[in-house]
């Protein structure tokens, strides 16, 4: 494969951009040092091409407590850049290590077959075709691969591997298909995180009550909300990858046919729907309600279902602790009701498979990052 002009011009972009974010990490080195350390350190004493190769899966892999990138954060301190050069970083989040068998050489690029993927590649050098020379049909390499135009670029180390036995091969094609998968993993994440973040600047709050024959209605409009938010800055040769509208929603006549329905959109357990919800948090605002069997019956409904976790229950008692308190006491028949210890042991009796849950991000009604 002959490379186009055009590519090879966006080639000569994006060395400058990885010198750059190189140039980025440095300056800050002693703040980021540390992470690559822990991933990389048994003594926290590197080799020089270790370290590079560090330096590489923390531009390009790495997700900090936010979940945003170190190209995230290049992006936003740059403000210069072009949206050519926007476009290829973005893209540059994106990677994935592989161990790749050489199919083929051209005059700059080169033919791949990934192992761990069993897909074709066809790659070329972000430092020029004469890193390519190394290269021999039949012999491999392991290195990561980061996104280019309809191509791939070699990041950080190329490590040109003896052909060793398959079973070794197949284990670590394994080990770095795990590696892969545990990136896409932080991504749908991040996902989920900035479908929140919309949820939150849209409506207002993380726990909001709807009439249910609004639902539909309201999530088409805050669906085009997050679609246009996630637009706005985003370089027009990109936004052609997303939706430009998100499907229209039909709520279930469960929820649709509820007078309200309670939302709460946790960091972690994602969006929850709950029917009548008005009725399970009433109590807690104001405790006499308690007094009347039915409120009574509501809450203890939401102890005992079995899909229904801790969040509301933790969320009446971080808005409204003192009145939770003192619903929880009025309910159990316990003056001295602790928030703390009493509310852990009640968790525990009731929802306690929810509290072990390994919680996943939740799938969103369109692709949307």
């Given amino acids: 494969m002959v490379l186009a002009k055009e590519t090879l011009e966006h080639i000569a972009t994006a060395q400058q951009l990885k010198s750059d974010l190189v140039n980025y990490y440095k300056k800050r080195e002693q703040k980021y040092k540390p992470i690559i350390l822990t991933r990389y350190a048994k ?21 900090f407590q ?28 994106d990677s994935f290590e592989g161990i790749f068998e050489v199919k083929a050489l051209e005059a700059d690029s080169v033919r791949l077959f990934n192992l761990v993927d069993q897909q074709e590649y066809t790659a070329a050098s972000i430092t020029g ?15 990561r691969l980061i996104p280019l135009d309809d191509i791939y670029l070699f990041s950080g180390n190329m490590y040109l591997l003896p052909p060793g036995d398959k079973k070794a091969l197949q284990d670590l094609a394994a080990k770095i298909a795990q590696s892969n998968s545990s990136a896409k993993y932080d991504q749908a994440w991040e996902i989920q995180r900035k479908y929140r973040d919309s949820f939150i600047s849209y409506f207002g709050d993380d726990l909001i009550t709807l009439p249910g024959h609004k639902l539909d209605e ?29 499907p229209k929603m039909e709520f279930p006549e469960a929820l649709t046919r509820n007078d309200n329905v309670g939302l709460i959109f946790d960091e972690r357990e994602g969006l929850n729907f709950y029917p009548g919800f008005e009725s399970f948090m009433a109590p807690f605002k104001n405790p006499r309600l308690l007094e009347d069997e039915e409120h009574r019956e509501v809450i203890t409904g939401y102890l ?19 009145s939770s308190r003192q619903a929880f006491a009025a309910l159990f028949a316990k003056p001295n009701w602790d928030n703390d210890k009493d509310f852990h042991e009640l968790m525990e009796k009731h929802k306690g498979a929810f509290l072990k849950k390994k919680w996943e991000p939740a799938t969103l009604p369109f692709n949307m990052i």
């Fill in 304 to 322: 005992e279902s079995d899909s229904i976790s801790t969040l509301p229950f933790r969320k009446m008692v971080e808005r409204y602790p003192e």
């Fill in 218 to 246: 309201a999530f088409d409009n805050f669906n085009h909300y997050h679609i246009e938010k996630t637009l706005h800055n985003m370089p027009e040769e990109k936004k052609s990858e997303y939706p430009a509208a998100a």
């Fill in 66 to 93: 936010k979940g945003d990138t170190l190209i995230d954060r290049f992006i936003k301190k740059h403000r210069a850049l072009s949206g050519l050069e926007i476009q290829i970083l973005e893209r540059w989040k």
């Fill in 129 to 143: 075709p004469e890193t390519l020379e190394r290269l021999k049909p039949g012999g491999l390499v392991m290195s």
């Fill in 43 to 63: 003594n926290h004493a590197l080799r020089e091409d270790v370290m590079a190769n560090g330096i590489d899966w923390l531009i390009h892999c790495f997700r």
